[in-house]
Nanobody, 130 residues
Framework: QVQLVESGGGLVQAGGSLRLSCAAS????????MGWFRQAPGKEREFVAA???????????YYADFVEGRFTVYRDIAKNAVYLQMNSLNAEDTAVYSC????????????????????WGQGTQVTVSS
């Protein structure tokens, strides 16, 4: 059974930082994209960041426009994991953050919509107090 388990969410003051982790089990996602989405109350799920396969063991990161250089996404292939380092958080970043992984299809694409990802974690709450 494939599982994605997130950790690292919590309550932080505006301007602070958090690092989210997502550990995958049940299969490897080497060669496929893994990333993060978020959903705030009353809003649709939106893309945050992901790392997609480039070549060999290299992955290229890409981000939603609203990240504006504040977040960094990176992979640990050996651990089958993806991370999201979030800095300079503000109240608008408050949401449930979910890890997502592409399980099949063409590799190396810049995937940004939920339907392009095959596996999902349960989500972790991030709350930023102003």
């Amino acid at each position: 059974q494939v599982q994605l388990v997130e950790s690292g969410g919590g309550l932080v003051q505006a301007g602070g930082s958090l690092r989210l982790s997502c550990a995958a089990s049940g299969r490897t996602f080497n060669g496929y994209a893994m990333g993060w989405f978020r959903q705030a109350p009353g809003k649709e799920r939106e893309f945050v960041a992901a790392a997609s396969w480039s070549r060999g063991n290299t992955y290229y990161p890409y981000y939603a426009d609203f990240v504006e250089g504040r977040f960094t996404v990176y992979r640990d292939i050996a651990k089958n994991a993806v991370y999201l380092q979030m800095n300079s958080l503000n109240a608008e970043d408050t949401a449930v953050y979910s890890c997502a992984a592409q399980g099949a299809g063409e590799r190396g694409l810049r995937l940004t919509t939920p339907s392009e990802f095959n596996y999902w974690g349960q989500g972790t709450q991030v709350t930023v107090s102003s």
